[in-house]
């Protein structure tokens, strides 16, 4: 076998951790580092600007457990930072690797093109959204560095970052150390003791105990064991919106996504009428849960908040208890099972629309329904920020881990780009993006790299002419966006089919032609501008309640 | 007069300093700030995506001397960092305003939506691209942490941060302090003296003495000092392509840009032959100076760097000596005045292309030559990353300060939205933006703006297929893009005009049309994909010499 350089070594090993692509824009001093990655084992998915090369390795890495984005130093990697601090929020395993200056060059007191402040500068940056960085300035500790960085990666399922100098990257790797082994941290034993009888009382007492089942059992790979739990005891199980999926929507325990007034009311009332929330891997983030007041929804008494990072029944925490080994525990605890919880299963499955309907102007509600009667499962749904998030509550999806959006950070422009990233990592399955025209001006363009690839995802750009849910928190001219023919897109591209619709009739005949073709679809609903989904139409009503009731107070 | 609010004195503070526009996105966090600067006496331009409203923001800072970017929380100031950190290297003063969290919400350990690690994330991130940034937690000291970033910002000729939580924007703004006095440093009275003795004999000894009039003279208002100096003096100027256009192109002591090989050969000549070089405001940067070895190129012996961060003669350095009070003593200083000198005078008019030209594929010689004989003096040029800007070496403007690029950072993606930045700040001027088809497909999209609120850029799309400075350096299907149908835009948009051109004929007369209408113009000009810029085959040709040297040698 020939010796590895940095860069074959890199790719290699990447190749071996189960990464079958790269997501990328070169630049100067990241060619050679394409060179390396031309000839390696990945493929390379070039795009065309650095924003949605972030959110498509993110989408990826969501999807395969590692997700790599390539680009060049600062010109490429600061455009990208937007991205990756998403990934941070919402704990995606994420590598960036950018090229970078010589060392030979960084001892200078140089000029160099590219550079902002001092070399440094964009390491410096990233540390404040990696979990682990590294420069790979000596190819003697390359290797070394390299495992060091992906492998924090993967514990801590956050982003990472290595640097390659234009020139190391062309040099032979040094030592090669063994493979980093895995030290599973262990519970402190006497505080995880008092936890669980903690946590077997607070259940056994309870009258009507939940799991919310939240985005971090994902990323850590404890779904099974939650459901083992919510088996074994017959506890009913929501999701959020940030974990939406990662419990099939058809289990039998399972009830729809909770996210107080957002929430349909039926899985609402439940939650709220609950005594007794296991809080499973959980974001307790301010519009899933504190939206408007979670103390008064939720009953913090008797709250278990059980996460990576902090262990909490009601008024207590539990120092140095971990969150897999606390969930094995309680698999094997004295909780008494219950009997079959009468419970709703929500998102329903949706009702045809009827004749009257499919001829009426086709509203965000509608549109969800006649997409709910065509996802089957092995569709993957990626969701933008605004009201196509807030109406997909009520989308009914057929399998788990299917449905991907930045439901924490809620930054605009991701669906579009992770759907290119889902195409890659799933290349046998549908992809539909759901994203607002606002979302879509922002990052659209990239489907541009869904034709150039022959990746076939369904795109439907709901317009209703602006930023709509911003219209619904403080409207003004700064809410206007220019209206586009977005169905001369696919001629710009000189690939993939247009359709626009009106009706619920249009989308059903365009949605079935997608269906059936094997080219990128897109497909421009119009909907009235001041449409809203149900969802976001249930929080209007109770700002109103809230409004009447500080009058009355007032 | 009525009590202002946080937000009112903000924008009312701008309007104050000259600002006529701020360009921005709003986003939940930013939507009161939106609102006060809606009802103040500015105007709003509201773009698709971040990363081009750093870019507008920055050309009409640099056009201005002060820009204002207003973005929302993370989502939208970390999605604009690139452009910021383009205008820290290049010294641009450009104001960020971003909305952000209650100071309520800050003192609580809670996931609010945008937040990445901690609530201070993006001012960390900000301070490393900015000279001054706040976060306006309390309206008592608003007033003056407002005043405080801003005269930094004009100071020191960087950007600034300022972030407004999006209640305190609506709070009544507490003690206004007087506005600061700018106090001028002075050199240190014995050093000045012996650096001014040092520069008098250096220049006269010297034969041939050059000056080197750089981009920090613009930026600091110094560009008319320079001009004094070497009308007093007689002494031959060449700008960089940083500084290209801060001197008339048509002075009678201009040569023209300098840089290496890139430069026209009789400037190259000129300067390498020069045993005197007087760098004024110098950016002595790797592309433009050091490409393939300053060191022999210019006589470091003899070379005055003159900045606003150090002053050096030779080998010899001079501490607390300032620029500019430098330049005021150098200019009565008893240099000994030159006979008018014999130098070139480049760019040289072009000459119009012949019939037989004419009717060959266009070339990008051939597209400057063309584009040379039509610019005026109430026109301004912005320019992109890569051969387009190569190729502008050539290009002769006809008054100053009207050629606007991001040289020194060289980010892909600036030409378009800077072409909105200057549209907005010279509504007068004709703005044309010369742009490759690789970064046309970043930010190009933003021509929605320019539809949006009637602007009338002309948009010149170099199309050669790919990255082709990047061809040139290291080739690769990582070089590939799709090949677009670029006149469709004019389409997806609904507004102004398009056109394909692919000899000189047809460039010739979709230059004139595009000039006689008034509508936003876009030509796509189709050159030969192997094609590249006088100034980059030069580059080529010294490549090939010293590739044949090494040979000999090795």
């Known amino acids: 076998m020939t010796q590895h350089t940095v860069g074959s070594f890199l790719f290699d090993y990447l190749h071996r951790q189960g990464v079958g692509h790269v997501f990328g824009i070169p630049g100067d001093f990241a060619l050679p580092t394409f060179r390396w990655m031309q000839q390696s084992k990945l493929d ?78 964009q390491q410096r940056i990233y540390d404040e959204v990696t979990c682990a960085s590294t420069v790979l300035l000596d190819p003697q500790t390359a290797a070394s560095e390299i495992m060091r960085v992906i492998h924090a990666i993967k514990t801590h399922s956050r982003p990472g970052y290595i ?5 190391v990257v062309d040099m032979p790797i040094g030592h090669i150390p063994p ?25 056994n007492a309870a009258k009507q105990p939940v799991i919310i089942a939240d985005i971090e059992l994902h990323r850590h790979g404890l779904t099974p064991l939650a459901l083992s739990i919510a088996e074994k005891f017959n506890i009913p199980m929501v999701s959020t919106l940030l974990s939406k999926s990662i419990i099939s929507e058809t289990h039998p325990l399972y009830m729809g996504v909770y996210s107080g007034p957002l929430s349909e009311s039926k899985v609402q009332k439940y939650v709220e009428e609950s005594d007794c929330h296991l809080m499973l891997g959980a974001y307790i983030t301010d519009v899933w849960f504190a939206f408007m007041g979670t103390s008064e929804r939720l009953n913090r008494k008797r709250a278990m908040v ?81 009201d196509a998030l807030f109406g997909a509550i009520g989308l009914r999806t057929q399998t788990s881990n299917n449905f991907l959006s930045d439901a924490y950070y809620l930054s605009m422009g991701f669906a579009v780009p992770a759907a290119i990233g889902a195409c890659a990592a799933q290349p046998k399955n549908r992809v539909f993006a759901i994203v607002g025209d606002g979302a879509f001006q922002m990052t659209g363009i990239e489907l541009s790299t869904a034709v150039k690839f022959g990746m076939k995802p369904i795109v439907f750009v709901i317009n ?25 897109l696919t001629e710009l591209f000189g690939g993939g089919i247009s359709h626009r619709v009106t009706t619920g009739t249009e989308m059903e005949a365009a949605l079935k032609a997608a269906i059936a073709s094997d080219q990128m679809n897109l497909i421009e609903v119009v909907v009235p501008r001041d449409d809203c989904s149900p969802s976001l139409k249930r929080v209007g009503e109770e700002l109103g309640k809230l409004r009447d009731k500080d009058k009355r107070a007032g």
Chains 1, 2 share one sequence.
């Open 179 to 203: 493979e980093p082994t895995t030290i599973k941290p262990l519970s402190d034993a006497e505080n995880l003791e008092a936890m669980l009888e903690d946590a077997v009382a607070t259940m």
């Open 464 to 488: 209703n002419d602006g930023y709509g849910t911003q219209r619904f928190i403080l409207d003004g001219p700064f809410n206007e966006i220019l209206r586009w023919n977005y169905t001369k």
């Open 44 to 121: 390379i998915i070039t795009m065309t600007h650095e924003p949605s090369v972030g959110f498509a390795a993110d989408a990826y890495a969501r999807i395969h457990g590692l997700g790599v984005a390539c680009v060049t130093y600062c010109v490429g990697g600061l455009n990208m930072l937007n991205s990756v601090a998403c990934a941070y929020a919402e704990k995606s395993p994420l590598l960036v690797i950018t090229g970078g200056p010589s060392p030979v060059d960084r001892k200078k007191d140089l000029l160099m093109h590219h550079k902002v402040r001092t070399f440094d500068t």
């Open 306 to 386: 059980c996460t990576t990072e902090k262990m909490q029944i009601g008024y207590r925490t539990y120092d140095d208890v971990v969150l897999e080994e606390f969930m094995q525990r309680l698999l094997t605890s004295p909780i008494k099972p219950r009997s079959a919880p009468s419970i709703p299963h929500t998102p329903e499955k949706p009702e045809p629309l009827s004749a009257a309907e499919k001829s009426e102007p086709i509203t965000l509600n509608h549109f969800f329904r006649i997409l709910g009667l065509h996802i089957g499962p092995n569709d993957t749904i990626t969701c933008d920020t605004g």
């Open 163 to 167: 640097e390659v100098p234009f020139d």
